[in-house]
């Protein structure tokens, strides 16, 4: 089964930096795409940033200028770097994997995990 765990979640001052990262485990042969999401009470969770296995990168117009993605391929991890942070990206920040393959069961229809997010709090 795959796992996903994020860290690095916490409160920081509005202008501040935090690093998310998140780790897959179990088995896994291949991931498509790797990416952040955010939501916040009473709204839709939405894409910060996504990268493939390739490296293409898609980053939401709001932190487009203040937030990096990168990717370890090898060892199956993302991170998240949030520079410039605003109360506004106070937020649960949840990672994706998108299309992960197992050894067990090359076979089988490539699955979407989610971790169970991560408290970003950023106090203006």
């Known amino acids: 089964q795959v796992q996903v765990v994020e860290s690095g979640g916490g409160l920081v001052q509005a202008g501040g930096s935090l690093t998310l990262s998140c780790a897959a485990s179990g088995g896994i042969f291949s991931i498509n795409a790797m990416g952040w999401y955010r939501q916040t009470p009473g709204k839709q969770r939405e894409l910060v940033a996504r990268?493939?296995?390739?490296?293409?990168?898609n980053v939401a117009d709001s932190v487009k200028d203040r937030f990096t993605i990168s990717r370890d391929n090898g060892k199956n991890t993302v991170s998240l770097q949030m520079n410039s942070l605003k109360p506004e990206d106070t937020a649960v920040y949840y990672c994706k994997v998108t299309g992960a393959r197992v050894y067990d069961d090359l076979g089988r229809t490539p699955g979407d995990y989610w971790g169970k997010g991560t408290l970003v709090t950023v106090s203006s």
């Open positions: 990268i493939t296995s390739g490296g293409s990168t």
